[in-house]
């Protein structure tokens, strides 16, 4: 079952704050955090596994709520270079990804 | 370093060719992956692997195939082609299970079928 983000897109301008939500209908025991740029492929942000530990980017943040499946990036006073498509991804054996949420940070 | 490396880079097939996408990594990662990627959309997995000789399906894999003789390898192998397969394919491998390490990606295969 893949993962369900929101919001589908979101525009800034630089130096603004989002937040991206990630939830599962299935017991998480990890999730996963990636960005594309268009014409790339993903790029690893950060992991956050059941306990608390977390993995990843200095200047990114992000939350793991294990009782409720839900994970949040929190992107703060946000770049140019953060525009993209964010995805979370949920890990098993294999790893499924949410449909994305597009951000653009305008000057 | 070269992580993932896939080929093609592109390639346009005609419907009910067949092909094989290529996919290496030389960081001796034991799980492998195949997404595919609509314009606009998010990634699919088609075909998994946790090491050498084990393959298993993910959410779309009619249509495809894929073999892991070796660590290194995992080829993609799509019979009669279709309009549907028009895509971007992704390639990724992790050191163990997806749970407890970051995933790396190959720079994509953009297929076309007309």
Same mark, same amino acid.
């Given at each position: 079952?893949?993962?369900?983000?929101?919001?589908?897109?979101?525009?800034?301008?630089?130096?603004?704050?989002?937040?991206?939500?990630?939830?599962?209908?299935?017991?998480?025991?990890?999730?996963?955090?990636? $960005?594309?740029?268009?014409?790339?492929?993903?790029?690893?942000?950060?992991?956050?596994?059941?306990?608390?530990?977390?993995?990843?980017?200095?200047?990114?943040?992000?939350?793991?709520?294990?009782?409720?499946?839900?994970?949040?990036?929190?992107?703060?006073?946000?770049?140019?270079?953060?525009?993209?498509?964010?995805?979370?991804?949920? #890990?098993?054996?294999?790893?499924?990804?949410?449909?994305?949420? $597009?951000?653009?940070?305008?000057? | 370093?070269?992580? &993932?490396?896939?080929?093609?880079?592109?390639?346009?097939?005609?419907?009910?060719?067949?092909?094989?996408?290529?996919?290496?990594?030389?960081?001796?990662?034991?799980?492998?992956?195949?997404?595919?990627?609509?314009?606009?959309?998010?990634?699919?997995?088609?075909?998994?692997? &946790?090491?050498?000789?084990?393959?298993?399906?993910?959410?779309?894999?009619?249509?495809?195939?894929?073999? $892991?003789?070796?660590?290194?390898?995992?080829?993609?192998?799509?019979?009669?082609? #279709?309009?549907?397969?028009?895509?971007?394919?992704?390639?990724?491998?992790?050191?163990?299970? #997806?749970?407890?390490?970051?995933?790396?990606?190959?720079?994509?295969? $953009?297929?076309? &079928?007309?």
């Amino acid at each position: 079952q893949q993962p369900v983000q929101s919001p589908q897109a979101v525009i800034l301008r630089e130096g603004e704050d989002a937040v991206i939500n990630c939830s599962s209908s299935k017991a998480l025991y990890s999730v996963h955090w990636y $960005r594309q740029k268009h014409g790339e492929a993903p790029v690893f942000l950060m992991i956050l596994l059941k306990g608390g530990e977390q993995k990843g980017h200095d200047k990114i943040s992000a939350s793991f709520n294990e009782k409720k499946q839900q994970s949040s990036l929190y992107l703060t006073a946000s770049q140019l270079s953060y525009s993209g498509t964010y995805f979370c991804g949920t #890990a098993y054996n294999d790893m499924r990804f949410g449909a994305g949420t $597009r951000l653009t940070v305008k000057p | 370093n070269a992580g &993932v490396t896939q080929t093609p880079k592109f390639r346009i097939l005609k419907i009910g060719q067949s092909m094989t996408l290529q996919c290496t990594q030389d960081m001796n990662h034991n799980y492998m992956y195949w997404y595919r990627q609509d314009p606009g959309m998010g990634l699919k997995l088609i075909y998994y692997s &946790v090491g050498a000789g084990i393959t298993d399906k993910g959410e779309v894999p009619n249509g495809y195939n894929v073999s $892991r003789s070796t660590t290194e390898d995992f080829p993609l192998r799509l019979e009669l082609a #279709a309009p549907s397969q028009t895509s971007v394919y992704f390639c990724a491998s992790s050191y163990s299970g #997806a749970p407890n390490t970051e995933a790396f990606f190959g720079q994509g295969t $953009r297929l076309t &079928v007309v």
